[in-house]
């Protein structure tokens, strides 16, 4: 099995940064693909990006440029870096994995809320 723990969220207002980590433990097979989803308030949880071990990433269109996904094979931990912040970016993010796509195993999500 795998555990997840998110840290970085918080408050910020539009045009701010924030910067999320996602560490990983237990069988390192199962965490290959890592990323990000995200789900706001009153609405169905989409996903945001992946990297794979390898280091290949793809973002949703809405967080292209401004969002960046890295991974520390090392540490287990990827980070999520948020640019230009606007509040639609609100929401609970959540730390995702699996073995060859993201969506097999779940963090506990951190909230991210985008102030106007």
């Known amino acids: 099995q795998v555990q997840l723990v998110e840290s970085g969220g918080g408050y910020v207002q539009t045009g701010g940064s924030l910067r999320l980590a996602c560490g990983a433990s237990g069988n390192s097979v199962l965490y290959n693909a890592m990323g990000w989803y995200r789900q706001p308030p009153g609405k169905r949880r989409e996903w945001v990006t992946t990297i794979l071990e390898n280091g290949e990433a793809g973002y949703a269109d809405s967080v292209k440029d401004r969002f960046t996904i890295s991974r520390d094979n090392a540490k287990n931990t990827i980070y999520l870096q948020m640019n230009n912040l606007k509040p639609e970016d609100s929401a609970v993010y959540y730390c995702?994995?699996?073995?060859?796509?993201?969506?097999?195993?779940w963090g506990q999500g951190t909230q991210v809320t985008v102030s106007s």
């Open positions: 995702s994995a699996g073995p060859a796509t993201v969506g097999g195993f």
